[in-house]
């Protein structure tokens, strides 16, 4: 991976490949009776791809769901089990799809334009599953982009990632610095596939330079709002901003926020060491002056749900996909909690709850541990009016 930190961003990149990227799953079948008549060779395949992007690869699950019926349920919970164990690949089904996964200690994102409700709504409660709202034919990967629609998604990469703190969008509104370091990231890469093609050291996937973009991620939300930042202007910089981009690199550029919290801290340091404009709204020594992942508050801290996973209205129609809300909670919550949830939540985000039995991703930070599971807010049953008690953990 190459990093390079320029004056309110970062941008990474890789050598000799794109940074990150996504296809369909039906290259899996690729030289193969199918996927489930040779499941090793297709599992190689993906672990050889996802090993070439430091940044991720998005599996998006295109084949018809009947194929599953062919393999026994321990097979099945078997392929998704391995499969979503591969570093830094992430799982992307229809609703259709998904309804019919067996259990197991997978990890996906159901594209659904609804709240999964039902046996789906259980897995996505449990925190099995991520709930991305799908609104038309397009798929939107957290953390990734956009891929095409289409009966059979097309691949797509992306050349790299910058990530830049709201507070930051003026003082880059010229686009001067960050084209400059984009193009000179994106000729390395070049060059450097342009080799690993020759030597016949890439993977069985179509690699289309048309289909290559860079990612715009937007770090520091609640810093840009707690020094009194206007949404609307910054909406306008960064439209001004992403079409100076396309047009100067003529390439896609993906808006999206960043859960990336080492990105944020490392950008937090650097405005405080290099004593940017925007570094007013940071913590001050002994505290870590770190920027907050992201649009909304951080997930490590015990704040509101609603605070954790609000995005604002008009934000919807200026992100290409939208950010990632991961709720830690006590207990896995109930139906009607999560439906009053996200009644006040217009737009939703892609949201995944975190309930105690599963681990908090990492990496881990020693200046910002997460608080203990107990500690976080719990959607209550409006219909009901069951609550958690105070002292509900505590031994009688």
Known sequence: ?????????????????PWAGWAGSRFLDEGLASVHAAPGRALARLMTLAALLPGGFGLIWDHPPAWMAALPP?????????????????????????????????????????????????????????????????????????????????????????????????????????????????????????????????VDLPFARRAVGWRLALTGGTEFQRAGGSWSAAQGQLRALKALLQE?????????????RQAAALLGRQALREGHPWRASLPLPPTPGAFTPGLAA?????????????????????????????????????????????????PPPALRWLPPDLPPPGPFDPDRPWAPAAAYPFPADPGTGVQRGLFEDFDA
Request: proline letters at 10%; charged letters at 20%; zero cysteines.
């Open 1 to 17: 991976m190459t990093e390079t930190e320029g004056k309110g961003f970062l941008l990474r990149s890789a050598p000799d490949a």
């Open 248 to 260: 100067r690199l003529r390439t896609p550029i993906h808006l999206g926020g960043s859960s990336d």
């Open 74 to 202: 321990e097979a099945r919970q078997g392929w998704w089990e391995a499969i979503t164990a591969i570093p830094h690949l992430s799982l992307h089904l229809e609703a259709e799809a998904a309804a019919q996964l067996p259990g197991g200690a997978f990890r996906g994102w159901v594209h659904a334009p609804q709240m999964p409700e039902g046996p789906l709504g259980e897995l996505w409660r449990q925190g099995v599953l991520g709930w991305l709202p799908r609104a038309g034919a397009t798929w939107r990967l957290p953390d990734l982009g956009v891929a095409a629609a289409g009966e059979e998604a097309p691949s797509g990469w992306l050349w790299g990632e910058v990530t830049l703190p709201f507070g930051a969008l003026s003082s880059l509104a010229s686009g001067e610095a960050l084209v400059a370091a984009l193009s000179e990231a994106q000729g390395a890469a070049e060059r450097g596939l342009a080799q690993r093609l020759a030597a016949g050291a890439w």
């Open 298 to 346: 951080d997930p490590r801290d015990p704040a509101p749900l609603e605070a954790r996973a609000t995005l604002p209205a008009a934000w919807a129609d200026t992100l290409d996909h939208p950010p990632v809300a991961l709720l830690r909670v006590p207990a896995v919550p109930p139906e009607a909690g999560a439906q009053s949830l996200l009644a006040q939540l217009q």
